[in-house]
């Protein structure tokens, strides 16, 4: 039947294959430039233990690729291919550093994903798949790599140009323009990769870690929402002293920023290390937010810091587990806001909401496993199952096992999986060897879908006299 040529094709959680190479490190320089920008990405490639010669094979979108090289040796035509959305280099070497320079246009990119200029702004996100649209590489979330980023652009018009990890160095260029390099120590997939430059204020705050290290807190806005940002501010110290003290997690790098876009669509983005918002999620002042408005922020704010662990630190082999990441997440800031506030008049919201939105979804043609089996795309996937489900499913297995033995589940969870990219069964065995609890028939909640009915039959017998 003609018309099903152009379908998707359907990717299988079964068919999961481990990536041919591995990425050391990632060099990235971006120019922007009005209706324009050139990126150059440096790749330094490895083919990954145990895998014979295969041909590498990088993803990209909507790019205009100006050149490629290998160990700084332009690839000729027949070097390389493209196929579709990929470039293959059927003859690469053990290791090398592939250097791609394309051209891609933020001032023209609706779709939102990868690198978008809105409102003079520059703003990327990246999850799951938007990386590719920024350039080629190996854009899938067990591909970790370090990251240095360099920012060109005009400072007149770019005063601030973000990207994660930590600052080292700026200058003025020869020509006038700006550069800023920012480089990451921890390696990261390529979907926590972020970008933001523009013309944005801040209000800055430290807070010192357990172990004593002084971290520099920043929240950017663009400048009419600059005096709506101090709640979140206080939202996130809290979020830090709490995961310390709650899940003995500390912050890692010397800054952490959180970015407030008008224009941003998402919600909100964990990237390594410089969060980005709608504003929706970040704005709160006592002139006109409710209670619910500021219980939502610093629900917002607690939960995209609370990734840097669950989620960036440990990360998901494939989005099939994207609520190992999600599940837990949400788990862990409605924890925090049970502390926070009433414990039983959020439990009883979560419950509600459940119960009407979620339990709604699992009984229609949309019901799908907290891990699903196969999807067309993954976007579609965000949902209250895999996020809400998740989360009520962890929380169980929490209840099973107890307060202290989780905990004691977790941390073995954090100290095996810590740089690596997870599955959410990796999780359940962290569980299980850190309690000894047999949780074999409890990974069913894991893979079928529906809300389960469960028959209760009581039975009485009276004392005897
Ligand atoms: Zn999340």
Known sequence: MAYKEGQPQAVLREAYEPPAYLLDHTDLIFELAEGVTEVTAALALRRAPGQGAAPLVLQGQDLELLGLAL?????????????????????????????????????KNTALEGLYRSGGMYCTQCEAEGFRRITYSLDRPDVLSRYRTTIRGDGAVLPIMLSNGNEVSRQTLADGRQEVVWEDPFPKPSYLFALVAGDLQWIED??????????????????????????????????????????????????????????????????KGLNIFNTSCVLATPEFTTDLGFQRVEAVVAHEYFHNWSGNRVTCRDWFQLSLKEGFTVLRDAQFSADQ???????????????TAQFAEDASPMAHPVRPDSYLEISNFYT???????????????TLLGAEAFRRGTDLYFDRHDGQAATCEDFVLSLEAASGADLAQFRRWYSQAGTPVVSVQSAYAAPSP
Request: glycine fraction near 6%.
């Open 71 to 107: 160990d700084g040796v332009p690839l000729s035509g027949n070097e390389y291919r493209i196929e579709g959305d990929t470039i293959v280099v059927p003859a690469m070497p053990e290791e090398g550093t592939l250097t791609i320079k394309t051209r891609i246009f933020p001032e």
């Open 341 to 355: 506030n009433s414990p039983t008049v959020k439990r009883i919201e979560d419950a509600r909401f459940l119960r």
């Open 206 to 271: 430290r807070f010192v870690t357990v172990s004593g290290r002084e971290v520099t807190l920043r929240i950017y806005t663009e400048p009419h929402n600059i005096a709506q940002v101090d709640y979140a501010m206080d939202a996130l110290k809290r979020s830090m002293r709490w995961d310390e003290e709650t899940y003995g997690r500390e912050y890692d790098l010397d800054i952490f920023m959180i970015v407030a876009v008008d224009d941003f669509n998402m919600g909100a983005m964990e990237n």
């Open 384 to 398: 209250l199952t895999v996020y809400e489900k998740g989360a009520e499913v962890v929380r169980m297995m929490r």
